[in-house]
C-alpha cells in the first residue's frame, strides 16, 4: 500500500523552517515521504520576463526566493534525517490557495504559524489560517514558541459524535509518539455542540455528570482499538476553545475537528489556533 506522503509549506522563515522540523520527525515516524512546497505570487499584471539580459525583473527576484526556501528546507529536512525521501514543488498563484490544494491527498499539510511577510505574499500567518480550515486534509499548524516535539500528552476536543476522524487522527498520533491522549469535552448550556442525551436544561454539575458517562461510552471502543495508548477524559464547563488553549500549555499537540467551510468559520478552531502553547492539528470532517 503506498502511504501518503507529508506535505510542508516553506517560505524561507525560521518559523517554516521549525516547521519543516516537525514534519521531518512526524515523516520518520509514519515512514511517509516528505514533500515540501513553497508559493509565489506576482503583482497584478506582472510576468516573469522572457529575455535574460539586463537587471533580474521582480518576477525573477520572488521566482528566487521561493527556490532558495525550498532549498534551505531541503538542506534542514536531509540534515535532520539523510535517509527521508524528500522532495521539493515549486508552485505559483495565489498563495494561500495554492498551500492549501499542495495537501491534496496528503496524510498531512504542515505550516508555520506566521511567514515573512514580504511582498512576494508569503505570508504564513493568513496562509496557515487559511490551509487549516480550508484544506482536504489534516493541517498541522507548529507555533513559533513549540516544543521541537510531543511533550507526553495530545489533547483532542470533542464536541459531537460525529468525530471519528478527529479521535482517529489523536489516537494515531498519540500512539506514534507514546503519548497519553486527553479527550475533552467542554460542556457549556445553550451550546450547539453537545453530546447525545445532554440535557442543556440541567444544571452545571448534573450536566458535566452526563457529560462525562457520554463521554466514557464513546471512547470505549477506542480504548480497544488502541490499547497502548494511555487515555483520559476531561469535561470541563465552559468555551471549549478557552478550554482547549488552557490545557495546551501542556501538550505537544492540541487536536480539533472541523467543519466545511460552508458550515461557518468555525470559533472553536480560531480560538484554539489563536491561543494554543503548542502545534494545533485541524482534522476535516469527511465529507458526504
Known amino acids: 500500500m503506498t502511504v501518503k506522503p507529508i506535505v510542508a509549506a516553506v517560505d524561507g522563515s525560521a518559523e517554516a523552517l521549525r516547521a519543516v522540523g516537525w514534519a521531518v520527525r512526524e515523516a520518520v515516524l509514519r515512514d511517509a515521504p516528505l514533500r515540501m512546497v513553497s508559493a509565489l505570487e506576482l503583482p497584478p499584471r506582472m510576468t516573469p520576463r522572457k529575455d535574460t539580459h539586463g537587471p533580474s525583473a521582480v518576477a525573477e527576484v520572488v521566482a528566487a526566493d521561493r527556490d532558495r526556501a525550498l532549498l534551505a528546507a531541503a538542506e534542514r529536512a536531509t540534515a535532520v534525517s539523510p535517509d527521508l525521501l524528500v522532495s521539493t514543488d515549486g508552485l505559483s498563484g495565489p498563495v494561500a490557495e495554492a498551500v492549501t490544494d499542495s495537501g491534496a491527498g496528503a496524510s498531512m499539510l504542515v505550516v508555520g504559524s506566521r511567514g515573512v511577510g514580504a511582498f512576494a505574499a508569503m505570508i504564513l500567518g493568513s496562509v496557515s489560517r487559511y490551509a487549516a480550515t480550508h484544506a482536504a486534509c489534516p493541517v498541522v499548524v507548529v507555533r513559533d514558541d513549540s516544543a521541537a516535539s510531543h511533550q507526553g500528552q495530545v489533547v483532542v476536543g470533542v464536541r ?78 465552559g468555551h471549549p476553545g478557552r478550554a482547549l488553549a488552557g490545557l495546551s500549555a501542556r501538550a505537544g499537540l492540541v487536536v480539533v475537528g472541523r467543519h466545511h467551510p460552508q458550515h461557518g468559520a468555525g470559533r472553536v478552531v480560531h480560538a484554539v489556533l489563536n491561543h494554543a502553547h503548542c502545534p494545533v492539528a485541524t482534522v476535516p470532517a469527511p465529507t458526504a
Open 160 to 237: 459531537d459524535p460525529d468525530c471519528d476522524a478527529t479521535l482517529t487522527f489523536a489516537f494515531e498520533e498519540a500512539a506514534l509518539h507514546n503519548a497519553s491522549l486527553l479527550v475533552v469535552h467542554a460542556w457549556q448550556a445553550g451550546h450547539p455542540d453537545l453530546l447525545p442525551n445532554e440535557d442543556p436544561a440541567h444544571g452545571s454539575h448534573t450536566g458535566q455528570a452526563d457529560a462525562a458517562r457520554q463521554l466514557e461510552s464513546l471512547l470505549a471502543g477506542w480504548r480497544e482499538k488502541f490499547p497502548g495508548v494511555a487515555v483520559s477524559q476531561e469535561v470541563v464547563h
